[in-house]
Nanobody, 121 residues
Framework: QVQLVESGGGLVQPGGSLILSCAASGPIFSINDMVWYRQAPGKERGSVAIITGDGTTTYRDSEKGRFTISRDNAKNAVYLQMSSLKLEDTAVYYC???????????????WGQGTQVTVSS
């Protein structure tokens, strides 16, 4: 059973920093895109940052220059380094990965359970 587990969330003051981690485990042959999403109360879930299998990164405009996404293929992990955090960054952050469990498998998307990030003074 493939699982994605996020960690690193918590309470941080405005202007502070956090690093989120997400590790995929289980029968995994290859991982393509890895994405960080977030969902604030009363709002839809939306992507924050994407890193493709070849390492290409894309960010939402409001996060450019503040967030950095990276991955460690040997650990099947993706990270989100967040700095200059704002009140509006408060949300549950989810990781998502498109992967194959075997060489002949179709690529399938998996979600983590989410980790809460609260920015508050």
């Amino acid at each position: 059973q493939v699982q994605l587990v996020e960690s690193g969330g918590g309470l941080v003051q405005p202007g502070g920093s956090l690093i989120l981690s997400c590790a995929a485990s289980g029968p995994i042959f290859s991982i393509n895109d890895m994405v960080w999403y977030r969902q604030a109360p009363g709002k839809e879930r939306g992507s924050v940052a994407i890193i493709t299998g070849d390492g290409t990164t894309t960010y939402r405009d409001s996060e450019k220059g503040r967030f950095t996404i990276s991955r460690d293929n040997a650990k099947n992990a993706v990270y989100l380094q967040m700095s200059s955090l704002k009140l509006e960054d408060t949300a549950v952050y989810y990781c998502y990965a498109r992967l194959k469990r075997t060489p002949s498998d179709y690529e399938t998307g998996y979600w983590g359970q989410g980790t809460q990030v609260t920015v508050s003074s």
